[in-house]
């Protein structure tokens, strides 16, 4: 963003709307693709049209001449994107083994994004801008689309439940029809908290991806390499902690875990500001990146376990697109003509406030873990017992 913000002569608050503006039609379809992505007979199919789509609007990026050119491209992007998060956590939560969904969904969501697009993403595109330019790293961009849509044509396999309700839901599928409907997910309580979770999540992270660098480049005077490594940092959390969160919540609840583990990102935004050495700096981003893990638990896997195995990929759709639009869409933007008229770490204030709303929110889920729902099940089924027994 400093290179584009450079060579275009944009200000704090169109960097704001050109991050809104793929969460924007990322919001609306991925409501639509989740839904649609339960419909369609060949989820191969349809994810791999995804892909390749998105991949060229990125890469179609390194041809602008203008902030309006970009913004065009920034609203197609998140059209096809939008899609892709629903259909693959539908599938694997489908596939998925009760006691492992936190971990699948947790590693493919969370750990892969860091990965990929938190720890390689600021190197090698940081490195490809400085040295040849901005452009030629956007045209880099459809490499990786291009391979992930070959690898997925040939690997990827129709989902196959492993339980009785993964066994209705493909008996839906063959029919035809679904039984599932918005206002019967829209009226589950552990849905709409997940909106406002997800929703939290996305504008700590938006917020702090696109306004965290500026502040260290432009206020801190840090060079764009030793930025590309901090933010890699986080990065390197997001993908660590992305799957160990979600694996710890398999084992002592969704509850519990996304309360603990939520906090902790309040601190990430909050170290950018006021943490001054470089280093300890990536270590502190590292570390409070464990909150990712319950972003990727609040958009996808409670969700998941809270709907009829037909209704998922709506049941993902929903936060993920009504987070995108508040996370997404409305944060970067409300954040940048904040970071205007009051410095960029009020942007960053904003980001560690959007933590806290998502923590704050998770006290009130009801517990879908499989484990911890099994053993309250059993503990029920004894006292029953208890009860009925014949007493001396």
Same mark, same amino acid.
């Given at each position: ?25 990322? /919001? ?13 007979? /060949? ?85 490809? /801008? ?228 998502? /923590? ?33």
């Amino acid at each position: 963003m400093p290179f584009i913000q450079a060579d275009l002569g944009i200000n704090n608050a169109q960097v704001g709307m050109l991050a809104g503006a793929a969460a924007l039609t990322w /919001s609306i379809s991925s409501v639509v693709g989740g839904r649609l992505s339960d419909k369609v007979k /060949s989820k191969r199919m349809f994810l791999i049209g995804l892909i390749i789509a998105f991949s060229i609007a990125s890469m179609m990026q390194g041809l602008v001449g203008s902030f309006v050119h970009l913004i065009i491209l920034r609203l197609l992007m998140g059209l096809f994107e939008g899609p892709s998060i629903p259909t693959t956590q539908s599938v694997l939560a489908i596939e998925s083994s009760p006691h492992r969904r936190g971990f699948n969904l947790g590693l493919t969501m969370n750990t892969a994004n860091g990965l990929f697009g938190s720890i390689l993403a600021p190197i090698v595109i940081v490195a490809i /801008s400085q040295a040849f330019d901005w452009r030629i790293a956007f045209f880099f961009t459809v490499l990786p689309g291009l391979i992930i849509a070959f690898f997925v044509w040939k690997i990827m396999r129709e989902p196959e439940p492993h339980d009785e309700a993964g066994s209705d839901y493909a008996a839906e599928l063959k029919d035809g029809h679904s039984r599932g409907e918005i206002r019967q997910v829209l009226s589950n309580r552990n849905v709409i908290l997940s909106v406002i979770m997800f929703g939290g999540f996305m504008v700590y992270l938006i917020v702090l991806q696109v306004y965290a660098p500026l502040l260290m480049t432009n206020m801190r005077g840090l060079s764009p390499t030793t930025m590309s490594l901090i933010m890699s940092a986080f990065g390197l959390g997001t993908a660590l902690w992305g799957f160990i969160v979600p694996m710890l919540s398999d084992k002592f609840g969704r509850k519990p875990i996304a309360v603990i583990f939520g906090l902790l990102s309040v601190l990430a935004p909050l170290s950018v500001i006021y943490v001054e050495n470089t280093a300890l700096l990536g270590l502190c981003v590292f570390v409070f990146a464990a909150g990712m893990g319950v972003g990727g638990m609040a958009m996808s896997v409670i969700p998941a376990e809270s709907v009829a195995p037909a209704m998922i990929g709506l049941a993902v759709g929903i936060p993920t697109g009504l987070g995108e639009f508040i996370g997404g869409f409305l944060s970067p933007i409300v954040a940048g003509i904040v970071a205007d008229a009051q410095g960029l770490p009020a942007a960053l204030m904003i980001s560690a406030g959007g933590a806290l709303v998502a /923590s704050i929110t998770a006290l009130f889920l009801k517990e879908t873990a499989p484990s911890k729902i099994g053993k309250a099940t059993e503990a029920a089924k004894a006292d029953v017992a208890e009860d009925l027994s014949p007493r001396a």
